[in-house]
Structures are given as C-alpha cells and as structure tokens.
C-alpha cells in the first residue's frame, strides 16, 4: 500500500500538469494507483490543493 502511494504521489509530480479528477481515475486504473479519493482521505486534502503541494515539494 506505501509503495503505491509514493507512485500515485510521483506519477502526480512527473505529469505536465495538475489532471481533473477523471483525469487522475483514469491514469491511475492505466497504472494500478491510488484513485483520487483515496489520496484525499489518506492525506485529508482536497484533491487539486494535493497536487499543488506535491508538486511544489519537488
């Protein structure tokens, strides 16, 4: 389970720009990741506001 977090949160980092929460459902059943609502509850974040913060970390 932490290994498919850190990829949900590296797939998020390496994408050109911040993906739509359809968006991310779709990449993430593509490559067997955490869906966008479960990254909310896990980080207890909205969705976009994740993204801007993973993506500043980086």
């Known amino acids: ?7 949900s949160l590296q797939m998020i980092k390496d994408l050109q720009r911040i993906p739509t ?3 991310w459902n ?3 059943k ?3 990741l955490m ?3 479960t990254l909310q509850y ?3 974040k909205k969705f ?3 993204c801007r913060k993973v993506r500043k970390a980086s």
């Open 42 to 44: 896990i980080e207890n």
């Open 21 to 23: 929460e359809e968006e």
């Open 1 to 7: 389970m932490k290994e498919m977090y850190q990829k």
């Open 30 to 32: 593509e490559k067997c």
């Open 48 to 50: 976009n506001r994740l």
């Open 26 to 28: 779709s990449i993430a």
């Open 35 to 37: 869906s966008y609502i």
